[in-house]
């Protein structure tokens, strides 16, 4: 027994290692809020899985077995042979978590969060604690009852650590917004951009400022950056005197937090690109959503300007509503009815490698000109517009405009495109799906006459929508797919339900999957969606597309 109890020990060690960083890389996913955690455990299968699956469930018998009729065994009267039974069973138990560690390591599965000061020291914390208690516990009770304790004790051990340094982080994060809040409102003549939406923003803001970089010193906010901290890190480390314009991305998931960020930024122009049921299990539904997103609008000084996109019906409803000056611009995609907006792009040609289209401007200045860009898909028309009116708006010519567009580039996981040994086409479209970038990106396949693969994560905090959207989704999906690689559980029902009968549809491991793309050849395209489908590129060799 001794020689089972040390290797359960062992196998355990190995699992506390694996289950912190899982539960911290969670934590750090989620961005440390407990809305989104809880989304994540109610409503993915993953997140079921968690407290559902049979191991799981087997541990909790487990402990409830031993608290019963263990702890109070005036219960029922318990023979030596039940304890001897209850260690093996609990070093089996255990044994099976070594051997999930080992299969998550071996394919390259094991979940592992970025590292800051922050995760070390809850990690650091977190292992301290569990040696404790389980030392603690062995002293008075079962060996291995305290195995399993600290097993089931985990989660709560780093969410206690994540808690307690909720507090310390928050004054840290107050000062630097304060500071940041305090220095762009010293810049008088700074012009300020705020961004939010739904879909769109990130590309809207990196377009925006390549264009209007060309005249102006522009600051943006980095990457994906669109967080009170993260806004304030910006302004604090890159505004300076020299600055004219700031671009800042915003992003929420609760009424209030974009007002919060425009508290700090201070925006003068404002930009709408879309409202969708995306998050909508934290906002608590669309119609809060939309009086979300509009806070920005709301911020905006009475003689500001909103910019709205006028392919989401949504941001229409919302641009009708706005009382400050106003502009409205639209990607005329020829399948659906024409609006008269302030801006507008017509003939929208997609390449493999490039989208062209005319613009023409409306008002009583009319300006008419044609733009190609080195982007994957037709909807980043709607993304550009806002950034060609504001540059005519601030007084650049067509040529600074032409240039600035000649330097646009795909973002880092927004349709970048790669491709194979084989050339297959392969587009990483993994930062952040929603279901419109699924349609986008169905869309941006039809120009392909080979195999088309589609690689998705399903989507998550959708709210009580989320089945409806996701067998739409497989219905639009099995109209232009070949097959749909699933990568996890979520809405499978739903998706193969809706898929048709021409596509194809799986669940499998990122390199299941990516064996099946070394087979395929130069006509073909591999498009991932989703964070997930992005593990696939870890098991290819590719190269960029230019």
Request: aromatic share 10%; charged share 20%; glycine share 6%.
């Amino acid at each position: 027994m001794q020689i089972l109890l040390i290797a359960s020990e062992f196998f355990l060690f190995i699992w506390v290692l694996r289950n912190t960083l899982f539960w911290l890389s969670l934590w750090q996913i989620k961005e440390y809020r407990l809305d989104r955690l809880l989304v994540h455990l109610q409503e993915t299968v993953a997140g079921r899985n968690i407290l559902l699956s049979s191991v799981s469930l087997l541990k909790n018998f487990a402990f409830l077995f031993y608290i019963v009729l263990i702890v109070k065994p005036t219960f029922i009267n318990i023979e030596p042979s039940i304890i001897t039974r209850y260690n093996i069973f609990i070093g089996i138990l255990l044994l099976y978590s070594f051997g999930e560690v080992l299969v998550e390591i071996a394919t390259r599965t094991i979940k592992r969060p970025i590292l800051t000061l922050k995760i070390i020291l809850i990690f650091l914390l977190t292992i301290a604690a569990s040696f404790f208690l389980y030392f603690f516990l062995s002293s008075s009770t079962n060996q291995f009852f305290s195995l399993l304790s600290v097993d089931k004790s985990l989660p709560f051990i780093v969410s206690l650590f994540v808690g307690l340094l909720a507090l310390p982080s928050w004054i840290v994060k107050r000062e630097v917004i304060k500071k940041a809040t305090q220095k762009i409102t010293n810049l008088k003549k700074l012009i300020r951009i705020g961004i939010t939406g739904s879909y769109g923003k990130g590309s809207t803001k990196e377009y925006l400022a390549a264009i209007l970089s060309q005249k102006f010193k522009v600051l943006k906010t980095f990457e994906t950056v669109n967080t009170p901290i993260g806004i304030a890190k910006t302004i604090n480390s890159g505004l300076t005197n020299d600055t004219q314009v700031f671009v800042a991305e915003m992003g929420a998931y609760k009424k209030g937090e974009i007002r919060q960020l425009c508290d700090i930024v201070q925006p003068k122009i404002g930009i709408l690109t879309s409202v969708i049921e995306q998050h909508a299990s934290l906002f608590g539904g669309l119609a809060k959503t939309k009086s979300a997103k509009y806070e920005l609008i709301e911020s905006l000084p009475k003689d500001g300007l909103a910019l709205f996109n006028a392919n989401n019906v949504n941001t229409l409803e919302l641009y009708k509503k706005a009382k400050t000056r106003k502009i409205l611009y639209f990607a005329d995609y020829g399948n659906q009815e024409k609006i008269n907006a302030d801006i507008v792009a017509n003939n929208i040609k997609m390449g493999k490698f490039d989208i062209g289209f005319d613009v023409s401007v409306n008002g009583k200045k009319k300006i008419n000109f044609s733009v190609k860009v080195n982007l994957l898909g037709g909807y980043n028309a709607e993304n550009i517009l806002p950034a060609i009116f504001l540059g005519l708006e601030l007084g650049m010519d067509k040529n600074e405009i032409q240039k600035g567009l000649s330097e646009i580039v795909p973002i880092k996981k927004t349709m970048q495109p790669f491709l194979s040994t084989n050339k297959t086409v392969i587009v990483d479209d993994t930062f952040n799906s929603n279901p419109q970038a699924v349609l986008a990106a169905l869309s941006y396949m039809k120009i392909y006459k080979g195999k088309k693969i589609l690689v998705l994560s399903p989507i998550i905090e959708l709210g009580k929508n989320a089945r409806q959207i996701h067998y739409g989704l497989a219905k639009e999906i099995g109209k232009i797919c070949d097959i749909l690689f699933l990568t996890n559980m979520n809405f499978y029902e739903e998706m193969k339900k809706g898929i048709g009968q021409t596509c194809k549809v799986f669940i499998q491991t990122p390199h299941e999957i990516s064996s099946y793309v070394e087979k395929l050849g130069e006509n073909d395209i591999v498009l991932l969606e989703g964070k997930e489908a992005g593990k696939i590129l870890n098991f290819i060799s590719y190269e960029k597309t230019n």
